[in-house]
């Protein structure tokens, strides 16, 4: 099965996608680590493009052909890279589940950008302005939506488990 998470910075999207990883002891591929290797690598400094999402969609498929649980863990911001996610599933023959995350509550999501540290060596985060402004398509309503606002992340995870049903764990 194939997890495809999204979500804005700060929404809590990585925390629940590691968490849930962990839980299901599956395979968590982050496109936020992927890109930063990449600029780190000398080959690619800044603007990486769809580099990251690509190498991520080979990483993906390549366990998912080997029979793990992913849980893919991007932005996903735009309809296309959900889209290649979905493509990314029906190669590998495996069930594909989307995931957005929000923070409905604006106040503690600018807090969340402004304060947390980055885990990622040399990943610099994006600022509050650069989050609000960001190109985001809408999901359409085809993804699982949890809110995290005012929520602990333990919580999120159990109500994301509790709608993915049992035949996940």
Same mark, same amino acid.
């Given at each position: 099965? &194939?997890?495809?998470? #999204?979500?804005?910075? #700060?929404?809590? $999207?990585?925390?629940?996608? &590691?968490?849930?990883? $962990?839980?299901?002891?599956?395979?968590?591929?982050?496109?936020?680590?992927?890109?930063?290797?990449? +600029?780190?690598?000398?080959? &690619? $400094?800044?603007?990486? #493009?769809?580099? *990251?999402?690509?190498?991520?969609?080979?990483?993906?498929?390549?366990?998912?052909?080997?029979?793990?649980?992913?849980?893919?863990?991007?932005?996903?911001?735009?309809?296309?890279?959900?889209?290649?996610?979905?493509?990314?599933?029906?190669?590998? *023959?495996?069930?594909?589940?989307?995931?957005?995350?929000?923070?409905?509550?604006?106040?503690?999501?600018?807090? +969340?950008?402004?304060?947390?540290?980055?885990?990622?060596? #040399?990943?610099?985060?994006?600022?509050?302005?650069?989050?609000?402004?960001?190109?985001?398509?809408?999901? *359409?309503?085809?993804?699982?939506?949890?809110?995290?606002?005012? $929520?602990?992340?333990?919580?999120?995870?159990?109500? &994301?488990?509790?709608?993915?049903?049992?035949?996940?764990?």
């Amino acid at each position: 099965m &194939l997890v495809i998470f #999204g979500g804005l910075p #700060g929404s809590g $999207k990585t925390t629940i996608a &590691l968490s849930l990883a $962990k839980r299901l002891q599956a395979v968590h591929v982050r496109v936020d680590t992927i890109e930063q290797s990449l +600029r780190q690598s000398d080959m &690619l $400094k800044a603007d990486v #493009g769809p580099a *990251g999402y690509m190498v991520a969609y080979g990483v993906a498929e390549d366990n998912l052909c080997l029979g793990r649980t992913v849980i893919a863990d991007s932005v996903n911001p735009i309809r296309i890279t959900r889209d290649a996610w979905l493509q990314v599933a029906r190669r590998a *023959g495996s069930r594909a589940i989307e995931v957005e995350i929000v923070c409905s509550d604006k106040a503690e999501h600018r807090r +969340r950008v402004e304060t947390r540290m980055t885990d990622v060596e #040399g990943l610099v985060k994006p600022s509050w302005n650069e989050v609000v402004n960001r190109t985001y398509d809408d999901w *359409g309503g085809r993804q699982i939506l949890i809110d995290t606002a005012g $929520k602990a992340a333990n919580h999120a995870v159990a109500e &994301l488990i509790a709608l993915l049903g049992h035949d996940v764990i």
